[in-house]
């Protein structure tokens, strides 16, 4: 069963960095999407990043680019979420999440496995 944790959230003050992590179990990731999306209160689940587990191609979404950086440990499992210069419009729960589809997706409907979500606070 396929399985995804996240961890490295917390507080940190705007200008700040945090690194995020996603461990992933189950099975034999490759040729699957792994993807972070992230919700504030009251919003929609958006998009934040997507990383091809084969061959580490990457997508961003605008809001973040030049600022977010997903990268991924073929031997670890594990996905990982840069995030420096952090904004105040940053605080959301962040989410991991992974899909077999292999290619780099938006919609959080083309992706069928989640993790809980880590917390994530940007003060000013």
């Known amino acids: 069963q396929v399985q995804v944790v996240e961890s490295g959230g917390g507080l940190v003050q705007a200008g700040g960095s945090l690194r995020l992590s996603c461990a992933a179990s189950?099975?034999?990731?490759?040729?699957?999407?792994m993807g972070w999306f992230r919700q504030a209160p009251g919003k929609e689940r958006d998009f934040v990043a997507a990383?091809?587990?084969?061959?580490?191609?990457?997508h961003y979404a605008d809001s973040v680019k030049g600022r977010f950086t997903i990268s991924r440990n073929n031997v670890k499992n594990t996905v990982y979420l840069q995030m420096n210069s952090l904004k105040t419009e940053d605080t959301a729960v962040y989410y991991c999440?992974?899909?077999?589809?292999?290619?780099?997706?938006?919609?959080?409907?083309?992706?069928?496995?989640w993790g809980q979500g880590t917390q994530v606070t940007v003060s000013s």
């Open positions: 999440a992974t899909d077999p589809g292999g290619r780099l997706y938006e919609s959080r409907n083309e992706y069928y496995y």
């Open positions: 189950g099975r034999t990731f490759r040729g699957y999407t």
């Open positions: 990383i091809l587990w084969s061959g580490g191609i990457t």
